[in-house]
């Protein structure tokens, strides 16, 4: 059974940095297309970032250039670096694993983390 689990999330002040951790148990990791969604109370769930199995990455327009999405396959552990840390990057962020496709992201294999908060506030 594929499990996710995210870590890292925490309170940061506007500008500071970042990184949430997600380690994944069961399944074949290297084989997986993953990535990071965030979501607000009372509004959907949005991509973040993707990464797929040999290392193609997408991103959301208002977090390129500041955000990095990576992997470890021998860890079992996707990363997402957050930089320059702004009030709107608020939100529980979640990883999953789903499909690269078309230089986008798609969550849609149903397997979710339980999420980790990120405050960002002065």
């Known amino acids: 059974q594929v499990r996710l689990v995210e870590s890292g999330g925490g309170l940061v002040q506007p500008g500071e940095s970042l990184s949430l951790s997600c380690v994944v148990s069961g399944g074949a990791f290297s084989s997986y297309d993953m990535g990071w969604h965030r979501q607000v109370p009372g509004k959907q769930r949005v991509l973040v970032a993707g990464?797929?199995?040999?290392?193609?990455?997408a991103y959301a327009d208002s977090v390129k250039g500041r955000f990095t999405i990576s992997r470890d396959n021998d860890e079992r552990t996707l990363y997402l670096q957050m930089t320059n840390l702004e009030l709107e990057d608020t939100a529980v962020y979640y990883c999953?694993?789903?499909?690269?496709?078309?230089?986008?992201?798609?969550?849609?294999?149903?397997?979710w983390g339980k999420g980790t908060q990120v405050t960002v506030s002065s």
């Open positions: 990464i797929s199995s040999d290392g193609m990455t």
């Open positions: 999953s694993l789903g499909t690269y496709a078309d230089a986008t992201y798609y969550a849609n294999n149903g397997f």
